[in-house]
């Protein structure tokens, strides 16, 4: 069993920057995909950003050119650093985790990021 914990959330004004950290809670192994997801009040969860351990990436069209996904893999964690967050980026932020050989899914707690003046 894999645990996820999530750092980094807050309040930030507009125009403003965060960066969002999550690490597995042990080695999840040399393939696999983590990324980051988000919900908003009322609304569905959506898919911010992803990062395979081969370090390719995908993004929604919301966040290109302003949220930028990383990993360090010998620490198994995964960042987000967001530039430019607007009011509409506020949401729980969570983090996940997957696993193919396996098909197994991974999530965190979620940590909350608030875009307001």
């Known amino acids: 069993q894999v645990q996820l914990v999530e750092s980094g959330g807050g309040l930030v004004q507009p125009g403003g920057s965060l960066r969002l950290s999550c690490a597995a809670s042990?080695?999840?192994?040399?393939?696999?995909?983590m990324g980051w997801y988000r919900q908003a009040p009322g609304k569905q969860r959506e898919l911010v950003a992803t990062?395979?351990?081969?370090?390719?990436?995908n993004s929604a069209d919301s966040v290109k050119g302003r949220f930028t996904i990383s990993r360090d893999n010998a620490k198994n964690t995964v960042y987000l650093q967001m530039n430019s967050l607007k009011p509409e980026d506020t949401a729980v932020y969570y983090c996940?985790?997957?696993?193919?050989?396996?098909?197994?899914?991974?999530w965190g707690q979620g940590t909350q990021v608030t875009v307001s003046s």
């Open positions: 996940n985790l997957y696993i193919p050989v396996i098909n197994r899914l991974y």
């Open positions: 990062i395979t351990s081969a370090g390719s990436t």
């Open positions: 042990r080695s999840i192994g040399s393939r696999n995909e």
